[in-house]
């Protein structure tokens, strides 16, 4: 596609749920990342790959919070146990290859979590 | 701890003003800076960066300044468009870090026809 793909775009959940986010990065970028944004505030760092390979996992705010991307193309960012903390936008970026700076963002997916 | 500060939550200027969009960081590993903008229900844009090794980039309507000594960035839109109404992000990285972009929370500037 043109553009970096999220879905879905909004997400209801329950407390205690486990939810899976995806992202479709822009055919032949390398680098893929995950940020979250917080109602009234900016994107915060999550995670980024280069190709299939997790080279930053900083980001994630517990060890409910997972991402993969297998086949260094397509990512699921998993959330499991969600609580009301989580709710937020999940945003996904991806870049060419040394193009860490230079990020095309999806619309991103809309959590909220009751 | 807000690594990159932008003080100014809302700005409102008239169309074909000048509008100037500030941004502070505490941060003295950064070394690369970037604004982003964004309409509601979209991701962010990139909309222009500068090196630490530049105090000025230019692009159009475009322009930002970077004073290092006062760890200060400005991005200045010049003249102001009614499609210039969005949010806007400052972000900073440390080149070959590890950490992604910081950004700063956003100001919402709003073009007044």
């Known amino acids: 596609g043109a553009g970096v793909s999220q879905s879905p775009r909004y997400k209801v959940a329950k407390r205690g749920q486990d939810v899976a986010l995806r992202c479709d990065p822009i055919?032949?970028?390398?680098?893929l990342f995950w940020y979250q944004q917080a109602l009234g505030q900016g994107p915060e760092f999550l995670t980024y790959f280069q190709n299939e390979a997790q080279l930053d996992k900083s980001g994630l705010p517990s060890d409910r919070f997972f991402a993969e991307r297998p086949e260094g193309s397509v990512s699921t960012l998993k959330i499991q146990r969600t609580q009301q903390e989580d709710s937020a936008v999940y945003l996904c970026?991806?870049?060419?290859?040394?193009?860490?700076?230079?990020?095309?963002f999806g619309s991103g997916t809309q959590l909220s979590v009751l | 701890d807000q690594q990159v500060k932008q003080n100014s939550p809302s700005l409102s200027v008239q169309e074909g003003r000048i509008s100037i969009l500030n941004c502070d960081y505490t941060?003295?590993?950064?070394?690369?800076f970037l604004w982003y903008k964004k309409y509601p229900a979209e991701g962010p844009t990139f909309l222009i960066s500068?090196?630490?090794?530049?105090d000025k980039n230019e692009d159009g309507r475009f322009t930002v300044f970077l004073n290092k000594s006062a760890k200060h960035l400005s991005l200045h839109i010049v003249p102001s468009q009614p499609g210039d109404s969005a949010v806007y992000f400052c972000a900073a990285s440390v080149v070959g870090g590890a950490d992604g972009l910081t950004f700063g929370k956003g100001t919402h500037l709003i073009i007044q026809p």
């Open positions: 055919s032949g970028h390398v680098s």
């Open positions: 941060n003295s590993m950064f070394d690369y």
């Open positions: 970026a991806s870049s060419l290859a040394g193009e860490r700076e230079k990020l095309f």
């Open positions: 500068i090196s630490s090794i530049k």
